[in-house]
């Protein structure tokens, strides 16, 4: 057994050796036009100072290590283990199982995503605290699990994804005419921020390791899901918005008080 553990080791590392030269390749490629870009602006109108020059490179030499040690950890470990996970729980007696573990995953793989943490903070900052992090962030978290649980069930059921995509869109729509437009706005942001990297390598993949298990169709059962992810938040969000509107209007006015 330990010798099997630690051939299973072994293969991973030279997984990672291997295929990792091939996403420094792609790496660099992707941010290659976006360094010519901006050394054409420098050179023509910006004249940047010394020193954001090099705040600037370090900044592109931490964003290039972090993409290399991203698509490599994702491609090589983070997709296969979603895959795995979601066909070892469909494989069980009580395959409905999926729902409830699929939607906690939802709610704290957001917690992961790096753009929602960064939109969050920017709400903050641009509506001087009015919409907090915290209250962003859990609605985001429940938009996520809500999706991630209707995703499941289009797993196990082979329900079709337009049945949840027209009526999705369409109550996001409708709470649009009655939710504050700063919240509109941000729930539409939200949308594109929640489903990122982290819900489309591992949620994704947990999605199709469940259908294959089951048998289901992956092209229409579990592709969708990032779709979903993208629904969730313009309406919890939207919600939010109008919950705050309520309590703006309802809370006792100084004079009141």
């Not at 999705?168 to 929640?194: H, M, N, Q, R």
């Not at 229409?220 to 918005?241: E, K």
Request: aromatic letters at 10%; one cysteine or more.
């Amino acid at each position: 057994a330990l010798s099997s553990a630690a051939s299973d080791v072994y293969k991973r590392q030279a997984a990672f050796g291997r295929d990792l030269p091939g996403y420094i390749k792609e790496a660099a490629l992707a941010l290659l036009p976006i360094v010519l870009l901006f050394g054409i602006f420098q050179f023509v109108f910006l004249h940047l100072p010394k020193k954001m020059l090099i705040r600037l490179g370090a900044g592109l030499v931490y964003t290039f290590v972090g993409l290399v040690f991203f698509l490599t950890g994702v491609n090589v470990g983070f997709m296969p283990a979603g895959t795995f996970l979601g066909g070892a729980l469909a494989g069980t007696a009580v395959p409905w199982i999926l729902i409830p573990i699929g939607m906690v995953l939802g709610f704290v793989v957001v917690l992961a995503e790096p753009a929602v943490r960064v939109l969050n903070k920017q709400v903050e900052e641009i509506t001087v605290g009015a919409i907090s992090q915290r209250a962003m962030l859990l609605s985001l978290s429940i938009g996520v699990a809500v999706s991630v649980g209707i995703s499941m069930l289009r797993v196990v059921t082979g329900i079709s994804l337009w049945y949840f995509l027209i009526p999705g869109y369409a109550i996001a729509i409708e709470l649009s005419f009655f939710a504050p437009k700063v919240f509109t706005a941000i729930a539409f942001d939200s949308g594109g921020v929640a489903s990122g990297p982290m819900t489309a390598t591992f949620m994704l993949p947990f999605a199709m390791g469940a259908c294959i298990a089951l048998g289901g169709n992956v092209s229409t059962d579990a592709f969708g899901l990032v779709a979903m992810v993208a629904l969730t938040p313009l309406i919890t969000i939207q919600v939010l918005g109008c919950v705050y509107n309520c309590l703006l209007y309802t809370s006792p006015s100084p004079r009141d008080a």
